[in-house]
């Protein structure tokens, strides 16, 4: 397991998720305008807290919860997909 996966892991556990993945996609950003550090991450967690949430409002509960990660200069960008596993499961 990559430690940019446990750490992002780690601080997702507030919400319970019931399924998470994780991609480093960095590699496909080599050399990108703009990012002075930090790598390219694209994320999917299944939990019940994002009942009845909107899909802008559960990506900013995401970041806040990586927020460190991201005034770091840990993570550059991320790719999110957040949803209930009513609608990931069905």
């Known amino acids: ?6 750490m992002i892991e780690e601080r997702l556990l507030a919400l319970e998720p019931e399924f998470f993945d ?12 703009g990012n002075k550090g930090g790598g390219h991450y694209a ?8 009942e009845n949430i909107g899909r ?9 919860l990586l ?3 991201f005034s770091d200069g840990l993570i550059h960008a991320l790719s999110i997909k957040a949803t209930t596993p009513d609608e990931y499961f069905h």
């Open 1 to 6: 397991m990559s430690n940019m996966r446990q």
């Open 22 to 33: 994780f991609e480093d996609e960095s590699h496909l950003h080599a050399g990108h305008a």
């Open 43 to 50: 994320i999917l967690v299944v939990s019940n807290a994002f």
């Open 56 to 64: 802008l409002e559960r990506q900013r509960m995401i970041k806040q």
């Open 67 to 69: 927020q460190d990660l």
